[in-house]
């Protein structure tokens, strides 16, 4: 796994451009009125990786009511708000385009494999990587526009082989903080000639 390192001025030029999407007029009666104040909500969304189970734990605490929170987080049928607003393309407003090219990643941080390329030009956006829930939306609707939960992945790993596995910082690694390299290191030697095009011609061990 990759880690990534980030800028903080990516961190809010997301905040500023997510801030809107966010059903905040939803919630119009205690206690969530009184919780989700805008210096909530920007904490929500600017909030760290280490800080990801404070927020559940509030919400959890409060007794928040987690449909109206989903609707406002991650969005609803008509995609007006949230997660679902921020991955529609719209060439004039920020949007899922706008985070990955400023990303810049181009291979996907958890299998370091496949590409993930960002392509657009001043009329089409062609392609972007996927953005993985690392805590994932269906359990963690407060956290789907959270920007340290949104990490760029290949199709693969983020629909396929991962999917809605949960996930957490006590049970996994992740992008934003961790390296694999921290952990473990491959150490490759070489047996023979035949190395570079056969596997009994090296050895390649875990360390």
């Known amino acids: ?14 905040y500023n451009g997510v801030k809107e999407y966010i059903g905040q007029h939803l919630f119009i009666l205690n206690p969530e009125k009184d919780y989700f104040t805008d210096e909530k909500i920007e904490e929500i969304i600017k909030c760290k990786i280490d800080d ?5 734990d509030e919400i959890n605490s409060l007794g928040l009511n987690q449909d109206l929170i989903k609707k406002a987080f991650v969005g609803d049928e008509n995609d007006k708000f949230g997660y679902k607003k921020f991955t529609t393309k719209a060439k004039t407003k920020y949007r899922a385009y706008n985070l990955s090219e400023a990303l810049n990643i181009d291979v996907c941080p958890y299998c370091n494999k496949n590409y993930t390329y960002t392509i657009v030009n001043k009329t089409h956006q062609f392609t972007r990587p996927d953005f993985d829930h690392f805590y994932d939306k269906g359990t963690y609707p407060i956290l789907a526009l959270s920007f340290y939960n949104l990490i760029p992945s290949c199709i693969l790993c983020n629909s396929r082989l991962k999917s809605t ?4 910082i006590n049970s996994h690694l992740h992008p934003y903080k961790d390296s694999f ?3 473990a290191k491959f150490k490759l030697e070489i047996l023979n000639s ?6 009994t011609g090296f050895d390649l061990k875990l360390e």
Do not use: H
């Open 1 to 14: 796994m990759i880690k990534i390192d980030i800028d903080e001025t990516i961190v809010n030029n997301f």
């Open 52 to 56: 990801f189970q404070k927020i559940i």
């Open 165 to 168: 596995a949960k996930f957490s």
């Open 181 to 183: 390299n921290n952990y």
């Open 194 to 199: 035949k190395f570079f095009y056969d596997e």
